[in-house]
């Protein structure tokens, strides 16, 4: 199995601009995470998937930011407009009903 | 909710020599613990699980985590680091009350010096 592939790896974008980053989950998980990397908070729960259907997302920063999973095989992670402060390695995750999380490379996203 | 504390946020060691990364967690119920570790520009990758059963876990590259009920805690041991070791490790933690979401400690950077 490849793994989770999450795209782009490195992402820079100016203020105000609409990010997309996109993930493919592990074929036949069905639970996905969607976690923000940054010096200041370490890695923080940004939302939960179950089965495709959004669980908690009481991590999301604002309304900027929004989360889909149209299928059990993609979801994005949009940020609009984006902020200087977005900027931070986006990691998405999943598992199947284990406790066990499979973790992607990462999107390291620059707002400039 | 569950929380992961981290004590070291960074430990130097000299090739060859023993480490140990702490980690303590919040709960008293039971909990799954993990140690992942991720090397510059790397995502998150899996060093070892508690998950139930023997409180003594072994994982990849030599490294071995014990699981302390009484003390909340689950630090991870190498007898000998490598170079290659130099990396930043995270404890994390679920349980079945929090949908066995992991929860992750601010992590470790483990340096590692020739």
């Known amino acids: 199995d490849a793994g989770v592939i999450q795209s782009p790896r490195h992402e820079v974008t100016e203020m105000g601009q609409e990010v997309t980053l996109r993930c493919k989950p592990i074929?036949?998980?069905?639970?996905l995470f969607w976690y923000r990397q940054t010096m200041m908070r370490g890695l923080e729960l940004l939302i939960y998937?179950?089965?495709?259907?959004?669980?908690?997302d009481s991590g999301m920063p604002e309304d900027r930011f929004s989360a889909k999973m149209p299928n059990a095989s993609f979801s994005t992670l949009k940020i609009q407009p984006s902020e200087p402060r977005d900027s931070a390695v986006y990691f998405c995750?999943?598992?199947?009903?284990?406790?066990?999380?499979?973790f992607g490379q990462g999107t390291r996203l620059t707002v400039v | 909710a569950q929380s992961v504390t981290q004590l070291d946020s960074q430990v130097p060691v000299f090739e060859e020599a023993p480490v140990e990364l702490r980690c303590n967690y919040s709960?008293?119920?039971?909990?799954?613990l993990f140690w992942y570790v991720q090397y510059p520009n790397q995502g998150l990758q899996l060093l070892l699980k508690y998950l139930s059963g023997s409180t003594l876990v072994k994982g990849i590259n030599g490294f071995e985590a014990e699981f302390n009920k009484s003390q909340t805690s689950f630090h991870l041991r190498k007898p000998s680091v490598h170079i290659s070791d130099t990396a930043e490790y995270f404890c994390a933690v679920s349980d079945p009350g929090g949908s066995y979401i992991p929860t992750f400690g601010r992590g470790t950077s483990l340096i590692v010096h020739p």
């Open positions: 709960s008293s119920v039971s909990v799954y």
């Open positions: 998937f179950n089965n495709n259907v959004p669980i908690d």
């Open positions: 995750a999943s598992r199947t009903g284990g406790p066990l999380a499979f």
């Open positions: 074929s036949g998980h069905n639970s």
